[in-house]
C-alpha cells in the first residue's frame, strides 16, 4: 500500500509456498497462470486470452506477495508501481508514465532473456477510478493510456505482459477496466481465517527462537481480524518485547502483549487521522 511508497522494492523471488493462507486466491492465481502458459492450448480452443488479474480485498493480506510469486512462478520479470504514482499536475504525464512502465517491462525481460514480465500496479482504483465526465481530465488520460495498453497485449508477443492490479476498493473502478479482454479475472484476497493466520505466524516465525511453551495457534484464536501484514508485525513486535526482558527466545507472553501492541498501534493511527 502506500505507506511503503519511496522504500526500495523487493526483488528476490518469492514463491506461492511463502505465502500464508489465501489458498484459494493462490489456487486460482495459479490456475488463471498456468492457462496464461498453454498459450497454443488455449489458442486451439479458441478461448479468448486472459490479460489482466485483479486482486481484491483490505490491506496487508498479500496481494503484493501474490504478484511476485505470480512472477516467479511463470519465470518472468517484475515491474511494479501503486497508482498513485502516476497521478501528476501536468496534463499527460500520467499517460506517458504508463506507456514507460510497459516500454520498461517488455526491455528488462528482453534483456534479462525471459519471455514474460509481469506488471503490478498497486492501489489501481487511483488511476482506473471512474470517469466523470469533464473533472479529472489528467487522470482519463492516464487511464485511456492503460486502457490502450491492455488492448496492446497479445498473447503471441514475444515478451509477453501480464498485468495484475490490486485494489480494496473494486467498486471505485471504470466499467472500462473490467471489461472482457482486460481485467477479466478477479480474485479476492481476504483476510485470513484462523487456519490461515496460523500459517502466517508460523511463516514468520521462521527466523524467530520461540519459547517450547509457545503456542501459535493460540496466537492465531486470539488474533481475529488480523491481516498479514499485522500478524507480521506481531512477531515482529513480540521479538521485540523479548528483548527488553533481556530473554533469548519470544514467550506466550510476550506474543499477547505484541498482539495488544499491534492493536493499540491501529486504534491510534484511527484516531490520528480522525
Ligand atoms: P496493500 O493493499 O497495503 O498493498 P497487500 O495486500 O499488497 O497490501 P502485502 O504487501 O502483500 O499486502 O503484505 C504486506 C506484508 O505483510 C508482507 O510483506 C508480509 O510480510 C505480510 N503478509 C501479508 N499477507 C501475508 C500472507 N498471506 N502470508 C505471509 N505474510 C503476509
Avoid: C, W
Wanted: proline share 3%; glycine share 10%.
Amino acid at each position: 500500500g502506500g505507506e511503503r511508497k519511496g522504500k526500495p522494492r523487493l526483488t528476490t523471488p518469492l514463491s506461492f509456498e511463502e505465502i500464508g493462507g489465501q489458498e484459494r486466491a493462490k489456487q486460482e492465481i495459479i490456475e488463471a497462470l498456468d492457462f496464461l502458459v498453454n498459450v497454443e492450448q488455449i489458442s486451439k480452443l479458441g478461448i479468448r486470452p486472459l490479460k489482466g488479474i485483479l486482486l481484491t480485498g483490505p490491506p496487508g493480506t498479500g496481494k503484493t506477495l501474490l504478484a511476485k510469486a505470480a512472477a516467479h512462478y511463470t519465470d518472468s520479470i517484475y515491474v511494479a508501481a501503486s497508482g498513485s504514482e502516476f497521478v501528476e499536475m501536468y496534463v499527460g504525464v500520467g499517460a506517458s508514465r504508463i506507456r514507460d512502465m510497459f516500454k520498461e517491462a517488455r526491455q528488462k525481460a528482453l534483456k534479462a532473456g525471459k519471455n514474460s514480465a509481469v506488471i503490478f500496479i498497486d492501489e489501481i482504483d487511483v488511476i482506473g477510478g471512474k470517469r466523470d465526465g469533464g473533472q479529472h481530465r489528467e487522470y482519463d488520460q492516464t487511464l485511456n493510456q492503460l486502457l490502450t495498453e491492455m488492448d496492446g497485449i497479445h498473447t503471441s508477443e514475444s515478451p509477453r505482459i501480464l498485468l495484475i492490479g490490486a485494489t480494496n476498493r473494486k467498486e471505485m473502478l471504470d466499467s472500462a477496466l473490467l471489461r472482457p479482454g482486460r481485467f477479466d479475472r478477479h480474485i479476492a484476497v481476504d483476510l485470513p481465517d484462523k487456519k490461515g493466520r496460523a500459517h502466517i505466524l508460523h511463516i514468520h516465525a521462521r527466523n524467530k527462537p520461540l519459547h517450547e511453551e509457545v503456542s501459535l495457534e493460540k496466537i492465531a484464536e486470539e488474533s481475529f481480524g488480523f491481516s498479514g501484514a499485522q500478524l507480521e508485525s506481531v512477531m515482529n513486535e513480540s521479538a521485540i518485547y523479548a528483548l527488553r526482558d533481556s530473554n533469548d527466545s519470544i514467550t506466550q507472553r510476550h506474543l499477547s502483549l505484541a498482539i495488544d501492541k499491534v492493536l493499540m498501534g491501529e486504534q491510534s493511527d484511527r484516531e490520528a487521522t480522525k
